[in-house]
């Protein structure tokens, strides 16, 4: 009896280590894969964690395994990294049983900035800036730009002009990417602007000096090479003028190139109109000076030879009051 209760007793003590490190033992179970967000990475992030006590899970659920990598990238964890952390906190690693994959990947999630998102931005900056109309004004961004990537968060997107072309047609932006009021990138921007408005146009060739009738003029979309006012917005202010130069079909009609037509030149015979009241005479006379319709100019009388001063009237005389 004695020898059985011994042999009882052995067999007990051989198995209380042995239960004792069952009813301690943890498992860890590592994902494939893991988002984290925030600068580190917990063991309860990337697996997990079961023990038979409940303040040990907690403990192993925090263990700090080591940093974040930065939004777009990642890193791995796998199970000798664990056990190295778990050494240095003072865990019994004999206690802890792993399942599941052999690493885990970890990456950071973040916020994508695209090019199109950039791009559509920058448009409407310009656009509201310089108060510009969608259907006048086209712009082009030079730039081809990757993805970018930024922590996880509102993003601002803030633009300012660093340098504009005299003509308007070439701008350079900075863009400022900005969260919690700190910048995350800056770019620099490179647009092309082009312009189009209804502009007068010749339809058909017009000659140095040839009258221009409202049958020579076309309304048509055109690229304005500057963003300042040009051309001529009314049909009346072209129709009854002469050009300056030659003009070829689709030109666009500015001042520069027309003027008003000269109704006297120099030396020319033209009939003179003298009122005073009531009175009214006609005579006929040499222009001293060309002249065009409202300028004053000077005639001689070819009957006396005196010198007198009128206006060039719209029908080509002279009228003297």
């Known amino acids: 009896m004695i020898k059985k209760i011994t042999r009882y007793l052995i067999v007990l003590g051989m198995m209380t280590p042995i239960s004792g490190a069952v009813m301690h033992q943890s498992v860890i179970r590592l994902k494939e894969n893991a988002a984290v967000d925030g600068s580190i990475v917990r063991l309860n992030q990337i697996a997990e964690v079961r023990s038979m006590l409940a303040d040990n899970e907690k403990r192993l659920g925090e263990l700090i395994l080591g940093e974040t990598p930065r939004p777009g990238l990642f890193r791995y964890f796998n199970k000798y990294d664990i056990i190295r952390s778990l050494r240095r906190n003072q865990f019994d690693t004999r206690t802890v049983r792993f399942e599941g994959c052999e690493k885990t990947r970890v990456t950071q999630p973040g916020v994508i900035v695209t090019q199109s998102m ?57 863009l400022d990417l900005i969260q919690e009021g700190r910048i995350q990138k800056s770019l620099n921007l490179g647009f092309q602007c082009t312009r189009f408005e209804k ?99 000077r005639v001689k009388n070819s009957n006396t030879g005196r010198i007198i001063t009128g206006v060039v009237k719209d029908n080509g005389n002279v009228m003297v009051r």
């Not at 140095?208 to 049909?235: H, M, Q, W, Y």
């Not at 109109?273 to 000076?289: C, N, P, W």
């Open 118 to 174: 950039i791009e559509e931005r920058a448009k409407r900056f310009l656009y509201d800036h310089f108060d510009w109309n969608e259907e006048q004004t086209l712009v082009r961004m030079h730039n081809k730009l990757q993805d970018i990537l930024l922590p996880l968060g509102e993003v601002d997107f803030r633009f300012r002009i660093l340098s504009e072309g005299a003509s308007m047609r070439r701008l350079v932006l900075v």
């Open 199 to 297: 502009r007068w146009t010749a339809k058909r060739p017009l000659f140095k000096g040839e009258r221009i009738a409202s049958d020579d003029l076309e309304l048509r979309r055109c690229e304005v090479k500057s963003f300042r006012p040009t051309g001529i917005s009314e049909a009346d202010d072209i129709v009854g003028k002469v050009a300056l130069k030659n003009l070829k079909p689709g030109t666009i009609i500015t001042d520069r190139m027309i003027g008003r037509p000269i109704l006297i030149k120099r030396g020319m015979t033209v009939n003179v109109i003298v009122e005073s009241g009531r009175l009214k005479i006609s005579m006929h006379g040499k222009a001293m000076d060309s002249g065009h319709a409202g300028d004053r100019i």
